[in-house]
């Protein structure tokens, strides 16, 4: 099934201009665990596949470039580029476990984990990415969720996670931060994919909140917070949080030639995922602490 889709660099421009300029630009390093999350699986994955040919790309990443990496990333014939899903595993790789035929497979399960632990012994002239994620039979993407990536996959590969091998990513696809386990979400920088469908970048419920944030006063930072956190408590805080998200890539796309606000808005973009983080933890931060450490963040710095 062809996942691979330049179509990615009109859904998701911010996000894929991020990503070249982080490969480019030394400094700033693409994290070895990535994380997306959002309600749309196979555009996450065009975003991998694109990441990983920008990674493995031999000339300057063009889009139309017909170097053999990118021309195998393309055809998703890559040897170093993997989708791995529960169904992604032969028989023959697991020697002795009989009791898991590929068919009918509940997860992604240790024996997978301890094949890519013995892969990754060997190194690799190319730049190797894992990309994670479950599929039906039919080759849908699904998301990672807790049954299908459970704790002991991920256990076994935490080593791996915390310290891999130079020229190597892992990428987990995911609906919601919630739905993978935390030792996978703590050693991951995680990303918002948000929809392609633009009804699903909804921010409806603080848009009058939030409209043109970064022409507001410093004085106005207080009112900020707390016109934040009273949505916080109307609502579900990921939601406001979402919306948020939502409002500030449209504004990238919209202000995409004006260097300086933009890199503001992705700075601002991972405030606001730290909040969400923040606002999820047992026992959750204080929502005062979170909406005015946040709106300090977006308004004053
Ligand atoms: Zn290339």
Redesign the pocket.
Known sequence: MPYYSSEIYNKNPELVKYFTSAIKDESKNVAHCLLFWGGDTKNQCELALELA?LL???????ID???????WIREQTHPAVKIYTRLDFKESDNGSDDEEKSTGKKNINVAQARAIISELLVSSDYHRVYIFCDRDEDGNLLPLNQQNFPEVTSNALLKTFEEPPSNTTFIFLTKDKTDVISTVVSRAQAFFVPAVNTQERDYNIVRNFISDYWKKERSAVLDFASEMQNLVSDYDEKIVFEQMQNYIFEKMREYSADKNLFYKFLRDLKYVEEASRQASLIPPMNPQTICENLSFKMLLS
């Open positions: 040919r493995n790309c031999k000339k300057d990443g063009a470039c017909d170097c053999q990496n990118c021309r």
